[in-house]
T-cell receptor
Framework: NAGVTQTPKFRVLKTGQSMTLLCAQD?????MYWYRQDPGMGLRLIHY???????AKGEVPDGYNVSRLKKQNFLLGLESAAPSQTSVYFC?????????????????FGDGTRLSIL | EDQVTQSPEALRLQEGESSSLNCSYT??????LFWYRQDPGKGPEFLFT???AGEEKEKERLKATLTKKESFLHITAPKPEDSATYLC?????????????FGSGTKLNVKP
């Protein structure tokens, strides 16, 4: 049972290049999220999905696109990378409904993708 | 403005020296408050959820409490393996979606 798996773990891009980050979860979670984590700023939501085939914008969506063609996968794309997108990207997933102990709605995170854009 | 603030930003303790971390929030429509632990190079790991003022949860040396405007994470007799960054997140219901507001974390360093 792997939980949430992110690939790649590290990547260096040049300004203007494009790439896709992959997130896969094996917990049958309905909700999936992409965050970026920058020093001193906490986790900020980029995009999210409440189910297969649906996506929505979070707090900082500009410069990113997402797709969720299968329930277990959530892709984050950078069409034309900029230095401001240098960050650590985390994918998370959760169930839609809560349990009494809160575990069911708590987010489960991958170990992140460290992205540097030169 | 919906906001979550954690203090202090960093905390250095000697092994066995108890202390508390604070998470204050100004989020309307609170549905739950979550504590996570994050180790270097790893994603956040779920610790506790609190839903109502007065609620308490415990796990080993950690105890989380909740009031109407803040939560505390109490660490009793910490050990070096408790060193990590502790994140607080507040869940709000936005239409039919669970939105989470994260604080920037408290970095805890426990020295032997």
């Amino acid at each position: 049972n792997a939980g949430v798996t992110q690939t790649p773990k590290f990547r260096v891009l040049k300004t203007g290049q494009s790439m896709t980050l992959l997130c896969a979860q094996d917990m049958n979670h309905e909700y999936m999220y992409w965050y970026r984590q920058d020093p001193g700023m906490g986790l900020r939501l980029i995009h999210y999905s409440v189910g297969e085939g649906t996506t929505a914008k979070g707090e900082v969506p500009d410069g990113y696109n997402v797709s969720r063609l299968k329930k277990q996968n959530f892709l984050l794309g950078l069409e034309s990378a900029a230095p401001s997108q240098t960050s650590v990207y985390f994918c998370a997933s959760s169930y839609r409904t809560r349990s009494a102990d809160g575990k069911r709605v708590a987010q489960h995170f991958g170990d992140g993708t460290r992205l540097s854009i030169l | 403005e919906d906001q979550v603030t954690q203090s202090p930003e960093a905390l250095r303790l000697q092994e066995g020296e108890s202390s508390s971390l604070n998470c204050s929030y100004t989020v309307s429509g609170l549905r739950g408050l979550f504590w996570y632990r994050q180790d270097p190079g790893k994603g956040p790991e779920f610790l506790f959820t609190l839903y109502s003022a007065g609620e308490e949860k415990e796990k080993e040396r950690l105890k989380a409490t909740l009031t109407k405007k803040e939560s505390f994470l109490h660490i009793t007799a910490p050990k070096p393996e408790d060193s990590a960054t502790y994140l607080c997140a507040v869940q709000a219901q936005i239409y039919n979606f669970n939105k989470f507001y994260f604080g920037s974390g408290t970095k805890l360093n426990v020295k032997p």
